[in-house]
């Protein structure tokens, strides 16, 4: 599942349903040092990124 980890600067993601295309503008501050430290590994707080009920593709 796509979390704030795989999304790097520049990267763009699209949902395939509807056409909505976002473009990483700044990358998430917890994930710098490493992974384990990020905030979003705790499993009940996961950055989910979806749209139309579907995770969004890189483009």
């Known amino acids: 599942m796509l ?13 395939e349903e509807c056409g909505l295309e976002l473009q990483v503008v700044k990358e998430c501050s917890e994930c710098e040092t490493s992974t384990e430290s990020c905030g979003c590994e705790d499993t009940t707080s996961d950055c989910v990124f979806s749209c139309c ?7």
Not at 3 to 15: E, N, P
């Open 3 to 15: 979390s704030c980890h795989d999304m790097k600067a520049g990267d763009i993601y699209i949902c």
């Open 53 to 59: 009920g579907k995770e969004l593709l890189k483009k």
